[in-house]
């Protein structure tokens, strides 16, 4: 295992971000209360609870997977597109590093800026409205595993990107709409049946259905189903990456 | 001399069909300047990517430094540096981190003074707070090859690198190579510029078409091969070579006022004292005499049209 180059991938990376760290922190913070003062105060201040939760809080645990969802795809995307797209991929095709190694040193380092983000959020929404964490515990590794594993999709479609659109085109067109439609500002069961059977397909559902059960102890779905499809989830990432790198998959002729 | 790369029928067939390097079978030897000469699209740039780990052979075996680069690929890219053809670089990043993050890539540990030593070797040491974007050409060159130097390797890849430099660059280049052949880094570069073959490499290879043409060291190609043309200029033109005169290898040129006579400099004799006798015995009258030495360039240029 070259350790070293883990360590360098993961700090050169680490370092691209502490460039913008106004930027990474400021542009959270802002959509966050932003999303507060439309969803929480203005319109929230219609809905009695949800669940028994007040509206405001209710919708933070959607608020940090939104955020998190989509920083791990765009942070890890970019990260390995970038060298792709200026050439400077020929340095880590070229080094003694395996790909794991590689993964872990990407797909690391955009999980730690999703991490921050996260966590930036929930700091903002603590400003806003009055929570507990029921299960801190389980709400850490939810979170973790969230950050890793939209890490890991993230690295699959800047792998897969050839232009700059493409690299937008599956966190728009697919993950935001998921996140949107999964319950981030909603409980499923408000929703009439059909849809409700129709949300059930949405995977982001058990994801965010999990993480806000950590929060408040209430969910749409058995958190242990919630548990069983982020791993799935992210067994089925690891695979794709697995076989992207055996192949060699658009990095290597 | 122990061969420090050694390549071994190695093929690649590209996806669309393209073969671009056909059974190429060469050792390089350590210490040595290794010159692959070839025109654009000979298999270069394919013979270097295959054995620093980019492309994927279809068939064959390399090793280096007695290291499979597949089995065992951490132990053969610890001893290679590769400097690629395009300037391959983070706009963004400054001089010493992109240096230092080679290192650590190498599974070096952070060594500073080290990369200061490499950076002061290339002229970059007051550069070394820049940006790459601020930097000129050449400059960029130099973090390249910075770059490529950070994890002390002992075989250097250099693809063609004073493509599109100017001549005072590409001779600051090759005093860069110079430089480090003495600290006992083997080179191979690649170029077409025949010049810079002639004018840095200890070997000299000729590849063209996916297939190495041959292998040679540059002075005993440059003697073996080299043809010198003498050409004799006379007082009064004429039509054809005299009949006595047939036994040589003459050529008539400038509308017969001038005759060419090619010889080999590596054979025992050239002849030339009897042909200059033979030719005044046939009544023709000199005006001028001058040779003309065939350069690396002529004879280049021979080999690949012969292999077309």
Redesign the interface.
């Known amino acids: 295992m ?1 350790l ?2 883990v ?3 993961y ?2 990376e680490m ?1 691209r971000f502490f ?1 913008t760290l106004m930027q990474s922190f400021i542009s959270p913070v802002i959509s966050t209360s932003l999303y507060f003062v439309v969803f929480g105060t203005a319109i929230g201040s219609r809905i009695e609870s949800v669940e028994g939760v007040s509206y405001g809080a209710f919708i933070v645990p959607g608020l940090v997977m939104l955020s998190v969802m989509t920083q791990a795809t765009a942070n890890a995307s970019f990260g390995i597109y ?2 792709k797209f ?3 991929i ?9 790909f794991f190694e590689i993964v872990v040193g990407y797909v690391g380092a955009a999980a730690t800026k999703a991490l921050f983000i996260g966590c930036v959020i929930l700091g903002t929404a603590w400003f806003f409205v009055d929570m507990q964490i029921a299960h801190p515990g389980a709400m850490v590794a939810f979170l973790l595993m969230t950050c890793f594993s939209f890490s890991l999709l993230g690295f699959i479609i800047g792998i897969w990107a050839q232009n700059f659109e493409q690299l937008q085109l599956i966190p728009l067109l697919v993950i935001t709409p998921l996140v949107f439609l999964g319950g981030a500002f909603y409980g499923i069961s408000m929703l009439p049946p059909v849809w409700q059977t129709i949300s059930m397909f949405n995977p982001v559902v058990y994801l965010i259905s999990g993480f806000r059960w950590a929060f408040f102890d209430t969910a749409d779905v058995p958190i242990a189903i919630s548990l069983m499809a982020i791993t799935f989830f992210m067994a089925a990432c690891l695979a794709v990456i697995w076989w992207i790198f055996k192949t ?1 998959y658009r990095i ?2 | 001399m122990t061969a420090i790369v050694s390549v071994q029928q190695l093929e690649k067939t590209y996806e669309g069909g393209f073969e671009a390097l056909k059974k190429v079978s060469l050792d390089i030897e350590e210490g040595e300047i290794l010159a692959l000469l070839g025109p654009n699209g000979a298999g270069k740039t394919t013979l270097i990517s295959t054995i620093c780990g980019m492309v994927s052979p279809t068939g064959g075996h390399v090793k280096v430094g007695g290291y499979d680069i597949i089995d065992e690929f951490r132990e053969t890219r610890r001893l290679i540096g590769l400097v690629p053809q395009e300037i391959n670089l983070e706009p963004f990043e400054r001089v010493l981190n992109t240096v230092r993050f080679s290192r650590g890539l190498f599974g070096k540990p952070r060594n500073d003074a080290r990369i200061e030593q490499i950076l002061r070797q290339l002229s970059l040491w007051d550069k070394k707070d820049a940006r790459i974007m601020e930097l000129s050409g050449g400059m960029k060159r130099r973090v390249l090859i910075a770059k490529a130097l950070s994890h002390d390797p002992r075989v250097l890849f250099l693809d063609e690198p004073t493509a599109g430099v100017d001549v005072e660059l590409r001779k600051d280049m090759w005093e860069i190579v110079r430089g480090l052949k003495k600290d006992g880094v083997t080179i191979i570069l690649t170029t077409h510029y025949i010049e810079e073959a002639e004018a840095i490499a200890d070997r000299v290879g000729v590849i063209s078409g996916g297939e190495i043409l041959l292998v040679k060291e540059k002075d005993a190609l440059m003697s073996q091969m080299g043809r010198k043309e003498l050409s004799i200029e006379l007082q009064t033109p004429i039509d054809a070579i005299p009949p006595a005169l047939k036994t040589y290898d003459l050529s008539l040129a400038k509308e017969g006022r001038v005759v060419i006579y090619s010889y080999d400099t590596g054979a025992e004799r050239t002849g030339i004292t009897q042909l200059l006798g033979d030719l005044a015995q046939a009544g023709l009258v000199l005006k001028d005499v001058s040779t003309h030495q065939s350069s690396l360039e002529d004879i280049f240029v021979g080999l690949v049209e012969d292999a077309r």
């Open positions: 070259n070293q180059a360590k360098a991938i700090l050169f370092a460039r970038f060298p200026i050439g400077t020929y340095e880590l095709l070229s080094a003694p590093v395996s060699g290597k002729s």
